[in-house]
Each structure stands twice: as structure tokens, then as C-alpha cells.
């Protein structure tokens, strides 16, 4: 057989040596090895909650933990490989939440079922308020603000829309408008639970 020469006898001498390990890794080639063990942690863990295996993975998730640690670390990557980086560890984070979430059913047992996660949840008492200007009272508006996005926040709602000044103008403008239906002098504002869904309630009084 004729030998490689040129530009393929050089590829094949550079594939040799990282075949052997005399280079070390690229940052592209860590890339790809990083993402080729997640794919593979996740093999292992859908086989362990499938009851195909004993144990969790840990050894392989120390692996994908370790390789994550090492390319944060890492001080040379160009924008796409960061980009890259940057979405495999979404990716893990994503799995790693849902993995957490079935480990401690899986230790908790079948007899805690959701109607009883619901039944230990406590429901927020209402929070009552009220004012005749809210401009002349913010200290009140921000009382009734923050009990709002905590009542939302342990109903597992996303609260990351939510603004304080957005709200101020909404109560402003609520209040003139209860006072001038209803001819009365003062607002008053609840915030309560029911059946899982918070609902703010704005009456004149």
C-alpha cells in the first residue's frame, strides 16, 4: 500500500497523537465529549428510574459535573463556544431539577400523592388594605404589592412580569375609578387564595 503523503500523511500523524492522548484535548473536543456524556448520563438515569439498574449514576454525573466545572473555569473560548457551553449547561440544569424531583418521590414513597402535597400546602391568609389616595399612602401600596407576588410566588406562579411601578399606576388608577362608581371616600384592596388561583379584589367602602 502507497503511504499518505502531504496534506492527509499530516492529518492521519495529528489524529494519531490525540488517539494517544500526546495533545491534549481541544476546546471543541471537550465540548462535544461533555455533550456525549450528558446524552449518556441521561441513558443511565431513564434505565435507573425504569428499575434497569440499582444505583443512580453518580459516577457518571461526576463526570459531566467535573467537565462542567473545568470549561466554566476556562478562559479561551471564542463566542460560539461559549454559546455552546452555555446551553449544554441549560440542558444539565433542566435534567439535573427533573432528576432531583424524581429521586425524592422515589425516596418519599407511593404513598404521598399529590392530593396530600396539596392538603400540607398552606394557604396564605388574606391580606387586607385600604386607603383613600394611594399616592398619599405608598408604604400601604407596597405592603399590598409584596403580599400579592408572595401569594403568587407560593401558588407556584411566575412573578418575573410583575413590576412595582406598573402596579402603583393600576392602583391609582383603580381607586379613581371605585370612588367615582361608587361615591365613596376610601378603597379597600384583598388579596387571597382560593382553589390554587390568587385573585386581587378592590371593593368601596
Not at 399606576?169 to 371616600?185: H, M
Request: with cysteine; hydrophobic share 35%.
Amino acid at each position: 500500500m502507497r503511504p499518505l503523503a502531504g496534506r492527509d500523511s499530516l492529518a492521519g500523524f495529528y489524529a494519531i497523537l490525540r488517539h494517544s492522548r500526546t495533545f491534549p484535548m481541544t476546546t471543541d473536543e471537550e465540548l462535544s465529549k461533555l455533550e456525549d456524556n450528558l446524552r449518556r448520563l441521561k441513558i443511565d438515569y431513564d434505565i435507573y428510574f425504569n428499575g434497569g439498574a440499582k444505583k443512580p449514576p453518580t459516577d457518571s454525573q461526576w463526570r459531566v459535573e467535573t467537565l462542567l466545572k473545568k470549561l466554566q473555569d476556562s478562559t479561551n473560548m471564542n463566542f460560539a463556544q461559549r454559546f455552546r457551553y452555555t446551553s449544554l449547561t441549560q440542558r444539565y440544569a433542566l435534567f439535573s431539577d427533573l432528576w432531583r424531583q424524581r429521586l425524592k418521590t422515589r425516596e418519599e414513597g407511593p404513598r404521598r400523592t399529590v392530593a396530600a402535597a396539596r392538603a400540607e400546602r398552606k394557604t396564605p391568609a388574606p391580606f387586607r388594605v385600604d386607603w383613600r389616595d394611594p399616592a398619599s399612602e405608598p408604604e400601604k401600596v407596597e405592603q399590598l404589592f409584596a403580599a400579592f407576588v408572595e401569594a403568587k410566588r407560593q401558588c407556584g406562579e411566575n412573578t418575573d412580569h410583575l413590576g412595582s411601578e406598573a402596579f402603583k399606576r393600576f392602583v391609582q388608577q383603580k381607586t379613581e375609578q371605585l370612588k367615582r362608581d361608587f361615591r365613596c371616600e376610601q378603597v379597600e384592596y384583598v388579596v387571597e387564595v382560593n382553589e390554587g388561583q390568587v385573585k386581587l379584589k378592590a371593593k368601596g367602602i
